[in-house]
């Protein structure tokens, strides 16, 4: 709103002819349409920025940041309902009423009469077959109908893209270093550690054993000779790796993988090469 006001200010105080001119070209781009994909993708984006700020912090936890990844999706299928849509189509007619412009219902008529003639389909060219994409218009569909379809796809896009990056191989990973580490409330679990050795061929029968014995082995040190950190850990374990082969091995990966936490902005973890992993 403060920018349309600012580009009327423009249009009906400025001297100068040039800025006039890019500013009234500016605001006809002001059209209902447009209102309502701001509106729409604002409220897509203002969580997603939101969880992209918190997997930024390097004091986050890997099964945190699990859960934030949880949150945000169970957030985008709340908003990919007819129900939200309709929400926030109300709220851009209402600003679209406070300037002076064209009701969102008035606009969809207006598109309905010119959808109702008969249009050449496109073609487009093969070579960019890869670099577009549409949807696909139900027999009956209504145009606002058609316009919620276009913001599903924006968030079926992002869940895409989130499933690709965390929720694979990088969520084993995450809960396979969470375990490793000694004040972690999962330490030595040992589902989440024999996922992890699975990435990097461990034998996970001997793994199951070494767990068990470092168990054992922990609960009889004093808290005050435990190791407290995944370094610590690392430093403790190459002291007798001849005993616990396969949690050394796992534990240097975890020590050398280029990530700290979910950050990089959101960069997928690469697993380390099985043939390339430390022995």
Sequence with gaps: MLLYELLSDVIENDSNSDRVIEARGLLYQFSPDFIKTLFALRHIFEFTKNTYDLLQSPELDYSDALELLEVLQERLNDCRTDTTMQNLWSQAAKVCHELGMHDLEESCDIQTEAERRPQRAKQFPSYLKNFYSGLSCAKGETPEQRRFQEMFSVIDR?????????????????????????????????????????????????????????????????????????????????RVADAFYEMNILIKIACTLPVSTCRAGLKPIGPIAPNRAPR
Excluded: H, W
């Excluded at 972690?184 to 699975?198: H, N, P, Q």
């Design 158 to 238: 992002i869940k895409k893209e989130i499933e690709r990056r965390f929720f694979n191989d990088n969520k084993i990973i995450m809960l396979g270093i969470k375990a490793l580490v000694p004040e972690s409330t999962t330490f030595l679990k040992t589902e989440d550690i024999v996922a992890f050795g699975r990435l990097y061929r461990s034998k996970s029968q001997d793994l199951k054993i070494e767990l068990e014995n470092m168990r054992r082995v922990f609960a009889r040190k004093p808290d005050a000779s435990k190791p407290k950190t995944l370094l610590q850990l690392q430093q403790y374990i190459s």
